[in-house]
């Protein structure tokens, strides 16, 4: 259906594709992989038509093409669904799968009724049952996306490509969204796959394709590869190689730095007591809405508390805020980066001093070369990949913004921070340098309360995992060789069938 013969794209000082070879057929699911500026994204919209190559040919359904335009790929049945979707959220579900294509009656007018009609027959042959005279604002996120996938088969679309489908949503939301995909491939749709969730590939993929650095590593057929050797092919290392080596601290000797006892937060959080001791990694481990984000919230004080206390140190913090959390020496970096964590209208250098404006104010004002000349600092701390303090943080890639959040926490508090899903959405080879910075944080005496979806990530950094189930503690693991099967066994258990054991391993 579509390939791509000895494609370059040159920008100025950057050569994003070099002799990039690559194609795909109808009736299959290829995943297109790659760390952050691998190339991805410069050959996919060369396939749309946003990007004419600098040098190669474009192949597509049997016939060499030169796009001059993504509406003329569009028209040919190339549809990209991008992370960000683009829909208008105070139209119709029917107005938005049939924007630039709705049925006219004879007087050109737009004809609602033919229009609801089809829109119904699309969502059916997705299906998806959803009001199609309902505003796109009244959906959830993953119902947003189907409604995407919608207006692509609204012509006659031969390749999807689907970029990053899963970064917002999860669970059961995601599986639904593989049985479509798995639907419109066995109706013979060419789809591209991108995402940095290799969990996904195995399950989704039939093929994949690996790039780095603008160049082509290879392309192999999943059944082919296990996850080491596909991490080995992104990144250039083994598996085993990504996380640093565990520490396991003497918690015997020291006491705890954060103490929670009975916390309640209704109604995801039921009664859930822990330690967290300086140098420690403690996970929190469970199934998609278990609790631990609101275990998380209710601690740092961002969610109200209806019962239980919280101590850091010998000092309670029994009427939290984020400020009283913050001043007593508690970060938290959330799991929702560009909602709740960045500020991604101002520079970099206003979202690292961002916890402890305080240092920067003067009688004047505020003291903006200290907050560059620290800004400055974490950067080099940090190694982001950035031109400059004063650049803007949305220009960032992922796994840089992720390290502008870990410069500001760290910066702001020394005694604690709790990491929700510090990973999320950003690449293997930046994960790797995520978790560099987690254990050298954590051998510098800072403790940290790890969140993670990802059981590799917690396997692989922690030296024990609290596992939640319901809003309670399920169970615990400890050891320097934790396993994902001692977790799961008490993420799908009942807290009556279980006592509160420890699984050494």
Request: charge should be negative; include cysteine; aromatic fraction near 6%.
């Amino acid at each position: 259906m579509i390939r791509l013969d000895g494609i370059s794209k040159i920008f100025p000082g950057v050569k994003s594709l070099d002799k990039v070879s690559f194609e795909s057929v109808s009736g299959e699911v290829h995943a297109l992989l790659g760390e952050n500026g691998a190339g991805k994204s410069t050959l996919i919209k060369t396939i749309s038509g946003a990007y004419i190559p600098d040098e190669g040919t474009i192949y597509f359904d049997g016939q060499k093409r030169k796009w001059s335009s993504p509406k003329e790929a569009r028209d040919a049945g190339i549809h990209i669904i991008y992370q960000e979707l683009v829909l208008f959220h105070e139209l119709s579900v029917a107005e938005n799968i049939f924007i630039g294509e709705a049925p006219l009656t004879r007087f050109g007018t737009i004809d609602y009724k033919a229009m609801y009609e089809r829109a119904d027959e699309t969502l059916d042959r997705l299906g998806h049952h959803i009001d199609v005279q309902a505003l796109l604002k009244s959906l959830s996120v993953a119902d947003q996306q189907m409604v995407e996938i919608a207006k692509a088969l609204v012509g006659q679309t031969k390749l999807l490509v689907l970029d990053e489908p899963t970064a917002v949503i999860s669970g059961r939301e995601a599986e639904l969204l593989f049985e479509r995909v798995k639907l419109l491939r066995d109706e013979g749709v060419c789809i591209i796959y991108i995402s940095h969730r290799l969990e996904e590939i195995f399950s989704i993929a039939d093929r994949v394709t690996v790039l780095k650095d603008g160049q082509l590593i290879g392309t192999r057929n999943i059944e082919e590869l296990d996850r080491d050797q596909l991490v080995g092919m992104m990144v250039g290392r083994e598996l085993k190689d990504i996380f640093p080596p565990k520490r396991i601290p003497s918690l015997e000797a020291s006491r705890p730095v954060l103490t929670v006892r009975n916390l309640c937060a209704p109604p995801k959080v039921k009664d859930v007591s822990f330690d967290l001791y300086a140098g420690e990694i403690l996970g929190i481990a469970g199934l998609v809405g278990a609790g631990r984000s609101e275990v998380a919230h209710a601690v740092f004080g961002s969610m109200p508390r209806s019962s239980g206390t919280v101590t850091l140190g010998s000092e309670d913090f029994n009427t939290p805020s984020p400020r009283e959390s913050i001043n007593r020496g508690l970060g938290f970096l959330t799991e929702d980066r560009k909602g709740e964590g960045l500020m991604m209208l101002l520079d970099t250098s206003a979202n690292i001093s961002a916890p402890a404006l305080q240092e920067f104010t003067t009688a004047t004002g505020l003291d903006r070369a200290h907050e560059i000349q620290v800004a400055k600092d974490e950067i080099d701390r940090f190694r982001i990949a950035v031109p400059g303090p004063e650049s803007d943080v949305s220009k960032l890639s992922g796994g840089n913004q992720q390290k502008v959040l870990f410069g500001r926490w760290t910066r702001a508090c020394r005694r604690v921070l709790i990491l929700d899903e510090p990973t999320r959405g950003i690449d293997v080879g930046a994960k790797v340098e995520i978790y560099e910075i987690i254990r050298q944080l954590a051998n510098d005496g800072l403790g940290i309360l790890l969140i993670s979806s990802e059981l590799a990530e917690i396997v692989g950094l922690c030296t024990r995992v609290l596992v939640m189930r319901d809003g309670l503690i399920t169970g615990e693991v400890e050891g320097s060789q934790i396993i994902e099967e001692a977790i799961m066994k008490y993420a799908i258990a009942k807290r009556e069938s279980l006592a509160l054991d420890i699984a050494r391993h």
